[in-house]
């Protein structure tokens, strides 16, 4: 079986991130490195586990983005994935995930992959959209937030398990081939090995211009940006960390929480 | 006749989820700007009594499809039926939950109606004459403000941000039934069932002191509960990533997948606050976040910001509580 897994590189959590003068796109700490999206290694993960049970699986991982997203398929090459697409883009800014999702399925369509696994979302854009999407433009069946899974023997049907609200799951049989989003807790994502990591660094990339797979426009339109209003009185304390922790004390008491 | 904005209502279990009428209130705000019909559907093998009970409740018209055999949620169900269904209802928007169902069908429905999708809109307001859905990114730091480029726009709606009005006499909307046979080929619905206890750990808990990833190890999770010890009748919580790494287990886990708590005081420590958390937390009485980085969304949402490392903070705060206890014992 062949897998694909979509992957994105995002600005490190941490990273100061600020709104541009002209307030359409944001400005990044350049101190912080782009890193590979967190929920992104629960997905790699869990096909390098597909992989362990049948060994013949091959694991490819494909992104879309400019140059520097190449970190994510060498990370996720790291962690033991066979090869990387690149789908590059000019820009480095905003790609709705209609688009990104698009470009996924114009490469994949005809590629004979049995599974594509994504993360649940991207941490730096947080829309759930790119593994529902491209399901629906292959016209292959979905499962989302997909806590476990299992492929069965025959390897033409796959058994997962979908996190709801209230401690329930959805379990479900779906015909391959599939698209599934992988919500975080369903493995540990292992840490690169230094072999596959040496490996990662000298991997030919495929690189595939984005405008050769004729990117539909994009559906929504980022207007503008703005930071968020605060909703409580956000008082910051001020002093050592002594005295904030004084200060903070005397709150809670007068709140009569002491 | 006029346009429509479309509601998915949302069941599980013999039960209407109630954030179905959240999904209301955003469809109202969302008439006022561009004067449009809500309408609700609901999808299931046994939906006239609900279709009823929400046209009671929101006065809106209810289309009730009755799916022979659809007992719960399927996808591939609901975006055939719903496919086939809303082209004929007038829609301008499409609305669901951002839930776990509304994640898994919308963004599918948007392609099958040749729609955008825009998800996890928490505020909408109008200017030059468009809408504009808003939309945390970067961990809630930073606000989209996004316009949709097609006729038809579907949307999934943040729990708790659209909180549904008191309940008024309102004249109940019309129900009107329908069938569409559909079954589920390629993805079979098989169970649904309950994998974690139903009774929250955080029932009695006036003081809930919550761990993010920023407490940066597990060993860290020790101050959290001297801190917590200082408080009669407290838990320790934690987003999901704390969870993910197995620091807490998941009945701790306060966000969108996790518990939704309202204690009297909430002490965030570590926590970036992204959307997914601060939906479980927050309509707490009393929130103060701790945390090292200045730009963190829960400042946003906090009563009390400190902007310092937790592991130097949290044991001079415990060391003041007792401190402060003990003079109150002497006083007394």
């Known amino acids: 079986m062949r897998i694909l897994v979509c992957v994105k590189d995002v600005p490190a959590p941490v990273a100061g991130i600020r709104i ?23 997905a790699i993960e869990e096909a390098l586990l597909i992989k362990e049970k049948f060994p013949e699986t091959v694991v490819e991982a494909i992104t879309v983005g400019p140059e520097r997203s190449a970190l994510a398929l060498r990370r996720t090459i790291g962690m033991g994935a066979g090869k990387g697409i690149h789908i590059l883009v000019e820009h480095g800014g905003y790609i709705s995930p209609f688009v990104i999702a698009s470009m996924m399925a114009s490469y994949a369509w005809d590629k004979g992959y049995g599974l594509i696994l994504t993360g649940i979302m991207s941490e730096d854009h947080m829309h759930g959209q790119v593994g529902p999407v491209l399901a629906e433009l292959l016209s292959w069946p979905c499962a989302t937030s997909v806590v476990y899974e299992r492929i069965q023997k025959c390897q033409l049907r796959v058994y997962a398990e979908r996190e709801i609200e209230g401690g329930y799951r959805d379990c479900l049989d779906l015909a391959l081939p599939a698209v599934l989003s992988i919500q975080t807790g369903i493995n540990r994502p292992r840490y690169p090995s230094l072999s596959n990591v040496l490996r990662a660094k000298k991997a030919h990339l495929e690189t595939i211009r984005a405008d050769t797979l004729q990117p539909p426009d994009s559906q929504e339109h980022l207007i503008e940006l703005t930071y968020p209003q605060k909703s409580r009185a956000g008082k910051i304390l001020q002093g050592t960390p002594k005295e904030k922790a004084f200060q903070l004390f005397t709150i809670l008491s007068e709140k009569a929480f002491i | ?138 961990g809630g730091k930073i606000v989209a403000n996004v316009v949709s480029g097609t006729q038809l726009t579907v949307i999934t709606v943040l729990p708790g941000a659209f909180p549904p009005p008191e309940l008024e006499n309102t004249e109940p909307g019309l129900v009107i039934l329908s069938t569409i046979p559909s079954e589920s080929h390629r993805s079979r619905s098989l169970e649904t069932k309950l994998c974690r206890p139903v009774e929250s750990v955080f029932a009695y808990a006036r003081v809930i002191v919550s761990a993010g990833r920023g407490i940066g190890k597990k060993e860290n999770l020790s101050l959290l509960e001297k801190l917590a010890s200082v408080f009669p009748r407290s838990a320790v919580a934690g987003s999901r990533p704390v969870c993910d790494v197995g620091w807490l287990e998941y009945n701790r886990q306060i966000g969108l997948t996790g518990a939704t708590v309202t204690p009297e005081l909430y002490i965030a420590c570590g926590v970036s606050g992204a959307v997914q958390h601060v939906a479980g937390m927050r309509d707490s009485g009393f929130v103060v976040a701790v945390n090292n980085d200045k730009h963190a969304a829960i400042f946003n949402v906090a009563d009390v910001c400190i902007v310092e490392d937790l592991t130097t903070f949290i044991p001079l705060l415990v060391d003041e509580c007792l401190r402060g206890s003990s003079r109150g014992d002497r006083d007394t």
């Open chain 1, 20 to 42: 541009d003068s002209a307030a359409t796109w944001i400005t990044i700490d350049k101190s912080y490195p782009f890193m590979l999206n967190r929920f992104d290694e629960f």
């Open chain 2, 1 to 138: 006749m006029k346009h429509r904005i479309i509601i998915i209502v949302e069941h599980f279990g013999g039960k209407l989820n109630p954030v179905t009428y959240e999904l209301a209130s955003f469809a109202r705000e969302l008439s006022t700007f561009s004067s449009l019909d809500p309408h609700l559907v609901i999808l299931g093998d046994a939906v006239e009594r609900y279709a009823h009970d929400i046209a009671h409740q929101t006065g809106f018209d209810v289309t009730a499809v009755e799916v022979p055999g659809l007992a719960s949620y399927n996808a591939e169900v609901y975006i055939n039926v719903l496919g086939e269904l809303i082209p004929g209802l007038d829609p301008v928007y499409v609305c669901c939950a951002h839930t776990s169902q509304g994640m898994d069908f919308a963004p599918r429905l948007a392609v099958r109606l040749g729609a955008a999708c825009i998800t996890s809109v928490e505020c909408l307001h109008e200017e030059g004459g468009r809408i504009r859905f808003a939309r945390a990114i970067y």
